[in-house]
């Protein structure tokens, strides 16, 4: 999707009309319905309008694995360029026998995401040569600054969820720029960081990754905290976790695998140039946890008020996750340099706002 400053404000204003078939019942929420995504072997509901803003190679990934894990009753894709979205709404229509199903529409007019339950944001700028990341945060913090009133305009009561990077900074200027209710906007923050680190974990112990439970925390990017003091292998504490008598998960080990969470965007971009199918699973996975009211635990980036001692500040904690959006923060108990590691996160993220707004 083109850069969305405010220059192009615009764009989120005025279009043309959907591509898709008239529905008169696309932009309300639809009845109960039995969905066939598993996760764990649990069966959920799914119901409700889901809109993505931005068919870039991300906001595409969600809606594919929305459609394949059945986590929405119909979906709207918003993007300005007209091209673009008519041909992503044609090609995932095109597979709808092979779904459970659920509607596809698509329009360069914002108002194709009227009446949705969930917006998932995409949309921004990507980093230009010789662009600083404080240039790209600048650019993209102004999207959302300037598309998150229009787009509770048009969806008074939908859960906004950021995937727009830096997802931190750009979720904390988009929750500062309405009136919403607590928990109704918030970042995907570490939740594919988590998954990454349990599949890391995974394969080391020679485990599904099922059977690791840990968590990524802190900022969606170079200051993110490993839990390693929380990690748990099939009921089994890290540390004691081990293979024909031996430690596994030694502090080099946990040093490389803590090193490799961090690193994985970097590899998956210098060799495919973006990261796109994971966040789609884990993006699909957040709004099922919505949708079907699941009280998900699930590491959310959301505007902190107080736990472990950080405030005013979007970062990722494990956090409740339902209808209601992202409610309860949990606090896990953490180790002495987990907790300064976490609380050095929040400060590095409250210079980048800093600065940010000093330019």
Known sequence: MPPAGPTARSDFRHGLPSFASHNPDLGRRTAPRR?????????????????????????????????????????????????????????LNHGSQFVPHCPVSGSDDIGVTAGSAIVIV?????????????ELAATNVAMAQALTPQL????????????TNPVDIVTYAAAQSVDAPPGHIFGSGTVLDSSRFRYLIAQRADLAVGNVHGFIVGE????????????????????????????????QVRSEISADVVNAAYEII????????????????????VLGDQHR?????????????????????????????????????????????????AA???????????T
Do not use: M
């Not at 089994?236 to 024909?244: Q, W």
């Open 220 to 251: 969606h990017g170079d200051s993110e905290i490993s839990l390693w003091s929380s990690v748990s292998i099939g009921g089994v504490p890290a540390d004691e976790f081990r293979i024909d008598g031996s430690q596994v998960f030694g502090e």
């Open 348 to 358: 590095t993220l409250n210079e980048n706002w800093a600065a940010l707004r000093a």
């Open 122 to 134: 995409t949309a921004g700028a990507k980093q230009d040569p010789g662009q600083s990341r404080l």
């Open 35 to 91: 969905g066939t995504a598993h996760d764990g072997g649990v069966t959920a509901s799914r119901t409700g309008k889901v809109s993505i803003v931005g068919v870039g190679s991300v906001g595409t990934a969600i809606a594919y694995a929305c459609l394949i894990r059945g986590s929405a009753g119909a979906l709207a894709l918003y993007d300005t360029n007209t091209q673009k979205v008519r041909a992503e709404v044609l090609d």
């Open 270 to 289: 210098a060799g495919k140039g973006a990261t796109n199918l994971a966040i789609g699973l884990s993006t699909a996975r957040i709004i099922e946890a």
């Open 152 to 163: 509770l305009e048009q969806s008074p009561s939908a859960v906004v969820i950021f995937v």
């Open 297 to 345: 635990v699930l590491p959310v980036s959301t505007v902190q008020r107080g736990a472990y001692q950080i405030s005013d500040v979007s970062l990722s904690l494990p956090t409740v996750v339902s209808a209601a959006g992202a409610g309860q923060v949990l606090e896990i108990p953490l180790s002495v340099s987990e907790l300064l590691g976490l609380q050095a996160s």
